[in-house]
C-alpha cells in the first residue's frame, strides 16, 4: 500500500512559523482534496483542516492548509508548545480506491 | 456534544480474530459512515475500510479484503470492526472515525473524516 510522503520531522522556536509538505500523485493529491490531522499519542485524532483548505469550528487560523499540483501543505504560524505534536495528510486514491495517509510529521517547539 | 467511544484493549493469539466496537452518541449515527484505521508500532496511518450512511455499504481496503468484517447497529449507536486470521503484524492501536462524505449520482464518495475514536489496543503474540 502506498502512502504520501511528509518529512518526519520539522522544528522551531515559540511564535514562528512551520510548513509541513505533503507529496501524492496524480490519483491522489492531484484530484482529490486533503485533510490534515493533529495527533497525540494516547489521544483521539484531532481534524485540523478539510476540503483542502477549511478549518473546522474552533480550530485557529494559526493552522492553514493549501494545494499545488500533486502537493499539498500544512502551516502552523504563531507556533506555540500546545502544537507539539504528530500531524498527518491524508486524501482519497481514485485508482486504489482506499485513503492514502502520510507517514506523520513530528513537530517540535523548541 | 459528538464522541466515539472505543471499546478496551485486546491481547490475542496469531491465529484468533478480535472485534473493536465503537458506539457513537451525540448524532444521529446512521447519517454518517465510519471509517477505521489503524497505526502499527512507529508506523504512519493505515486505511482499513468504511461504511457509508443510510445503507452502512461497506468498502475494504485490499489489505484486508477477506479477513475484515466491518458492521454497523443503527439501534445501538454502533460500529465494529472484526479482523480474523491475526497475525503478529496485525499488533497495532484500531482507530474508528465519522466521516464525512458527499453524495453523488446514487453513491456516496469519501471526503474526510472529522470526529475520531481514541484507539483500541490490540496486540498479537504466542
Known amino acids: 500500500q502506498s502512502s504520501l510522503t511528509q518529512p518526519p520531522s520539522v522544528s522551531a522556536a515559540p511564535g514562528q512559523t512551520v510548513s509541513i509538505s505533503c507529496s501524492g500523485g496524480?490519483?491522489?493529491?492531484?484530484?482529490?482534496?486533503v485533510s490534515w490531522y493533529q495527533h497525540l499519542p494516547g489521544t483521539a485524532p484531532k481534524l485540523l483542516i478539510f476540503d483542502t483548505d477549511k478549518r473546522p469550528s474552533g480550530i485557529p487560523d494559526r493552522f492553514s492548509g493549501s494545494k499545488s499540483g500533486t502537493s499539498a501543505t500544512l502551516g502552523i504560524t504563531g507556533l506555540q508548545t500546545g502544537d507539539e505534536a504528530d500531524y498527518y495528510c491524508?486524501?482519497?486514491?481514485?485508482?486504489?480506491?482506499?485513503?492514502?495517509f502520510g507517514g506523520g510529521t513530528k513537530v517540535t517547539v523548541l | 456534544q459528538v464522541q466515539l467511544e472505543q471499546s478496551g484493549g485486546d491481547v490475542r493469539k496469531p491465529g484468533a480474530s478480535v472485534k473493536v466496537s465503537c458506539k457513537a452518541s451525540g448524532y444521529t449515527f446512521s447519517n454518517y459512515g465510519i471509517a477505521w484505521v489503524r497505526r502499527a508500532p512507529g508506523q504512519g496511518p493505515e486505511w482499513m475500510g468504511w461504511?457509508?450512511?443510510?445503507?452502512?455499504?461497506?468498502y475494504y481496503a485490499q489489505n484486508f479484503q477477506g479477513r475484515v468484517t466491518m458492521t454497523a447497529d443503527t439501534s445501538t449507536s454502533t460500529a465494529s470492526m472484526e479482523l480474523r486470521s491475526l497475525r503478529s503484524d496485525d499488533t497495532a492501536v484500531y482507530y474508528c472515525?465519522?466521516?464525512?462524505?458527499?453524495?453523488?449520482?446514487?453513491?456516496?464518495?469519501?471526503?474526510?473524516?472529522?470526529?475520531w475514536g481514541k484507539g483500541t489496543s490490540v496486540t498479537v503474540s504466542s
Open positions: 461504511s457509508s450512511p443510510y445503507n452502512f455499504n461497506t
Open positions: 472515525a465519522r466521516v464525512q462524505s458527499n453524495y453523488l449520482h446514487g453513491t456516496y464518495y469519501f471526503s474526510y473524516m472529522d470526529v
Open positions: 491524508a486524501t482519497w486514491d481514485i485508482r486504489l480506491s482506499i485513503v492514502l
Open positions: 496524480s490519483s491522489n493529491i492531484g484530484i482529490n482534496s
